[in-house]
């Protein structure tokens, strides 16, 4: 199927956080796909990221999904509620409640949408036992709105590759460069559309470090990931207070090959 257009939106998951380019901004799984689907669809076709990092959902519904319908995309990829689920009160179902209606506004307008289900990002995290089943929750949910509104599913929960550390960045809650090549590889193979197949090659599991040399480095991740995020939790802050979408409208996208 060929598509004029592509807007992703989301979080940091879709911004591309930690994926850098040469210039210290971020590439992605999104910018990828964008980058791959160009070259089949031509020099006409337009790409616009409007993800954020550290949007909740209700940010994300508010902020991006009428300049995304105003663009009037072909294709269009909604990823938000991670960063919801990681908060004490949240309600996974509620949120999936709030997604249903998004999606089928993009699906009447005749555009073709990408969801997703989550990698278990909550296995490297503190709190787990309460993280894991609201995520599981909302993947579930997920695949209960592609099925109702048609969407394209990336399972990305079921692939066990993520279990490697080396699919993560250093904060153990973003994607590493490999792991958004391998996002990449799963949205582009659901679309029918040729992959790089080295995107999607498991890199060996690193060996388990020596118990105190793990427990230093989770020391170390505490006060270097874990505390800020708390405070800005504490504060009501967000790391993408001052963040501006990266592709805040339809352009080609030769730029994204970048680095």
Do not use: C
Request: aromatic share 8%; net charge neutral.
């Amino acid at each position: 199927m060929g598509w004029r257009s592509f807007v992703a939106m989301g979080d940091s998951f879709t911004e591309g956080m930690d994926d850098a380019y040469p210039d210290g901004t971020y590439r992605g799984w999104a910018d990828l796909v964008a980058a791959r689907l160009a070259v089949e669809n031509g020099p006409d076709f337009g790409y616009a990221n409007l993800a954020i990092r550290g949007r909740l959902l209700d940010q994300v519904v508010a902020e991006q999904v009428e300049p995304a319908l105003a663009m009037e995309p072909d294709l269009v990829s909604f990823a938000a509620g991670g960063n919801d689920v990681l908060r004490r009160k949240a309600d996974p179902a509620a949120l999936i409640e709030r997604i249903d209606p998004v999606i089928g506004r993009i699906r009447a307008t005749g555009a073709d949408v990408i969801l997703f289900r989550f990698a278990d990002v909550a296995s490297q995290l503190p709190g787990q036992r309460l993280v894991g089943p609201r995520a599981a929750v909302l993947n579930d949910g997920a695949r209960r709105l592609a099925d109702k509104h048609g969407a394209y599913l990336i399972d990305l929960h079921d692939d066990h590759t993520f279990h490697n550390p080396l699919m993560w960045s250093t904060d153990r809650l973003h994607l590493s460069a490999g792991g958004h090549r391998r996002v990449a590889g799963h949205v582009l193979r659901a679309l029918g559309v040729e992959v790089d197949e080295e995107w999607l090659l498991a890199p060996p599991m690193p060996a388990p470090a020596p118990w105190l040399t793990a427990r230093s480095a989770d020391l170390r991740w505490a006060g270097q990931y874990l505390a800020p995020w708390l405070k800005r939790r504490l504060t009501g802050a967000s790391s993408g207070d001052l963040v501006r979408a990266k592709r805040p409208s339809l352009a080609p996208v030769q730029t994204v090959e970048k680095g």
